[in-house]
């Protein structure tokens, strides 16, 4: 019965209107509503910093730069101008910010003695910081070098340890306007002093972040001779963060395998891959850092998987490298010539051009080590053939080397003009399950130590750890102290003898 009655009242009820907004009532309430998100975290930062400063906790300085990829992409002059006239509470520190911006100063100054002391040059870095990030999205070059040079100079003259991922983030965008402008040689100075200040502060992150746009700058110019002798000459800082460290053994792999070492580099370059974050925000340092993975695989004599050219976010960028792998895994020396004078110019840009041309001589050897397993005796003519080689010198001279370097298991009959290969002999009774057991072996021991190194343990723990101790080694005292005095009581005195 009171069912039936409830439901006349439910229609009874006046329904709600939908109030239809055009699309550009719905923009501008949109554009209001991002505003104020932005500016709502761009205050919340402003008090992270403060606590970060009261706290001298580098853990909310690092929660601050982790949100500048989300403010970025919505971050504008208005929001940005906003921000700032109502920090600054100094007319000429307002202005100056606003004039990179295009904005007049519209805020009259007003008690600003009181409030002066209360601008922290953290927050005041971190609006340079978002003004010249602006900058460069923008493609302002000019006033954004003229900015960093500014801010740089202001930064230097301070020496605050809650200032130095700040300014890690201010040298890597300082770098990066001079780079777009293809000035980069002109800084390289300050950069070398500043590398030798942040060292002397023990300031880790600005001197890994140093050492990486260093390295950058002498690999731009082909510098790599001194990019040798600064990595032979300086410390990479243990603490420093994950994405730096994957870059400097980036640049570290690169320099040894210009250098022939092709192991070392193959380890530094499979270091980079592990320790670069894994999305697409990263996509271009991956798709570099692998072009040069995959061509020192192959000098090294490895054929890289096949599943590696098929990852969405390399595919595209990895077609030249595929050509030349699929070349030198079937030892044809005339698709590897094909391949190299097609992508000629994409190995230039990728600065892989002289690492592949070493590459002729794997081709080669891959051919003769197929050749051998395929044949038990051949003759040089055919083994000319099959290689597209000039001359049977040419091949008798190759094979031979071949044998030398353990390539092949064969003999080389110089009078009869044949090839002849000796039996297959079986991997278990050689050191290579050795080598791959020490390698993985190798492996986990590293991982287990970055593991620890990465572990964050809570402030002053050990503190509380050092009380709870000592009240044991009390309560042992005490309990030590009572078995003893128990045992003089049952002792009594007839067993003192004459003492």
Do not use: W
């Not at 700058?217 to 243990?238: C, I, R």
């Not at 960028?317 to 190299?340: C, M, S």
């Not at 709870?468 to 309990?479: I, Q």
């Not at 002792?491 to 003192?496: I, K, M, Q, R, V």
């Amino acid at each position: 019965m009171s069912t039936k009655e409830t439901k006349p009242e439910k229609e009874t009820q006046p329904e709600e209107m939908e109030i239809e907004e055009d699309e550009e009532t719905k923009q501008l309430r949109l554009e209001k509503e991002t505003t104020a998100s932005v500016i709502a975290e761009l205050k919340r930062n402003f008090s992270l910093l403060e606590r970060a400063v009261d706290t001298i906790e580098s853990r909310f300085t690092t929660r601050v730069l982790r949100t500048l990829p989300s403010i970025r992409r919505r971050l504008t002059s208005s929001i940005l101008s906003q921000v700032i006239s109502e920090y600054y509470s100094s007319d000429e520190q307002r202005s100056f910010l606003l004039q990179y911006l295009g904005e007049e100063n519209t805020s009259m100054e007003v008690d600003s003695g009181k409030e002066k002391s209360n601008e922290l040059p953290e927050v005041d870095m971190y609006l340079h910081l978002l003004t010249l990030i602006y900058l460069l999205d923008q493609n302002q070059l000019e006033k954004g070098i003229t900015l960093a040079d500014k801010t740089l100079e202001k930064l230097l003259q301070l020496n605050r340890r809650t200032l130095d991922q700040l300014a890690a983030r201010v040298h890597f965008y300082h770098a990066r306007f001079y780079e777009l402008s293809d000035r980069l040689a002109e800084i390289r100075p300050l950069q070398l002093a500043s590398l030798r200040t942040a060292t002397l502060r023990r300031d880790d992150e600005t001197q890994a972040t140093l050492l990486n746009l260093l390295l950058r700058n002498y690999f731009v110019h082909n510098l790599y001779d001194q990019a040798d002798k600064l990595v032979s000459k300086s410390a990479f800082p243990e603490n420093a963060g994950n994405n730096q460290a994957a870059r400097y053994a980036y640049y570290l792999g690169r320099i040894k395998a210009l250098q022939l070492a092709y192991t070392s580099a193959h380890t530094y370059l499979t270091q980079a891959i592990r320790k670069a974050p894994q999305n697409t925000v990263t996509a271009g340092f991956q798709q570099t850092v692998h072009k040069f993975f995959i061509v020192v695989q192959l000098l090294l004599g490895e054929i890289p998987e096949r599943s590696l050219f098929r990852q969405p976010m390399l595919k595209k960028a990895l077609v030249p490298y595929l050509h030349i792998t699929q070349a030198v895994r079937i030892g044809d020396l005339n698709k590897f010539q094909e391949g190299l004078a097609k992508f000629e110019a994409v190995f230039k840009k990728d600065k892989t051009y002289t690492l592949i041309l070493r590459l002729r001589h794997n081709v080669i050897k891959t051919g003769i080590r197929m050749i051998s397993l395929s044949y038990s005796k051949i003759s040089l003519r055919d083994i000319c053939i099959k290689l597209h080689l000039d001359s049977e010198e040419d091949a008798e001279f190759i094979v031979s080397k071949a044998i030398r370097d353990g390539v092949i298991d064969a003999t080389l009959d110089h009078n009869g003009g044949f090839m002849k290969s000796k039996e297959i002999v079986d991997i278990y009774s050689t050191n290579e399950p050795q080598h791959a057991f020490n390698q993985r072996i190798t492996f986990c021991m590293n991982l287990h130590n970055d593991a620890i190194k990465a572990m964050r343990f809570p402030l002053d723990a050990h503190r509380k750890e050092l009380a709870n101790a000592e009240a044991a080694r009390e309560r042992e005292r005490e309990l030590a102290q009572e078995i003893a005095e128990g045992d003089l009581d049952d002792d009594g005195g007839d067993h003192l003898g004459d003492f």
